[in-house]
């Protein structure tokens, strides 16, 4: 059985889920987005993805700065939604609208709830060196990400995947999982279960301090925090190499096992190779982008703005 469905969505990672939704017929009564925003050299504004998708599919899009006023709860409800179907839209619900939909909203997670409950899930998993997570499918409620959770996939984190590469496998995971969330739910099938009390984890919104590359931390963890925030918004130390202080983002690096530091201060550069000393052992790095350029590899870097080793790559 179809339902009626209201989209709440804004990034890529929810393309997929509305995508899905449509092809497997429900009706998408009306799309909920951020409204455009100025991007690009012209700043013009641009819709987002989910926005883009909806005007293909010919949904009506809603872009209200706020759910909390009594109209944009009047209109929501004139949507006679069955259920609403939430994924990063990036507004919170008031309570009116949760309560809104006959069968209830529907929110997918990219984690495995409790763990990583709020905005960053993706990349906290991966800086804390996390071997696994997934996505979950969960009834909203007015807590966050407390919901009782329906259904879950999960996900091996491999030692040098990236936060991009995990967001595009959990963004095509998630998508199935929601249509076949959405496909129990019309039969009535759909069952919840309380999240346990023990192991709540926040991700915290990702801020510039996250960013600035800990080469005092252990190799190991140096390297989750690299890749944890690749390729956006990227780790960075800042060096002068002649042309006054900069700022270089570091996208890519491995964990030199048996490097030997000689003693160094963490962010000196041992060799050639661009090997860095870390707190413990040490990092190589494999692809740097500096500011305004294209990504290069680490030794063409290098080479090119003659940094020889001994040099100190600093994040502050």
Known sequence: MSLRVVFMGTPDFAVPTLAEIVG?????????????????????ERPSPVHKLADGFGIPVLTPKSLRTQDAAEIFRS?????AVVVAYG??????????????????????????????????????GDRETGVAVMKMEAGLDTGPVAMVERVAI????????????????????????????????????????????????????????????????????????????????????GRGPERVKVLETRVVEDAESGGALPGTLLDG???VACGQGALRLVTVQRAGKAAMSAGEWLRGARIAPGTRLVAD
């Open 24 to 44: 497997q017929g429900h009706e998408v009564v009306a799309c909920y987005t951020r409204a455009p925003a100025p991007a690009g050299r012209g700043m013009a």
């Open 79 to 83: 949507h006679g939604a069955d259920v």
């Open 158 to 241: 491999s030692p040098d995947m990236n936060a991009g590469q995990l967001h595009d496998a959990l963004m095509g995971l998630g998508a199935d999982l929601m249509v076949r969330a959405l496909a129990a739910l019309s039969r009535g099938a759909l069952t919840f279960t309380p999240q346990p009390e023990e192991g709540v984890t926040y991700a915290a919104k990702i801020n510039a301090g996250d960013a600035e590359l800990g080469w005092s931390l252990p190799a190991r963890r140096a390297h989750d925090q690299v890749r944890g925030l690749a390729p956006f918004p990227g780790a960075f130390f800042r060096l002068d190499a």
């Open 91 to 128: 507004m919170i619900l008031p309570q009116a609208i949760l309560d809104a939909p006959e069968l209830g909203c529907l929110n997918l997670h990219a984690s495995l709830l409790p763990r990583w409950r709020g905005a960053a899930p993706i990349q906290r998993a991966i800086m804390a």
């Open 273 to 275: 190779e661009g090997t």
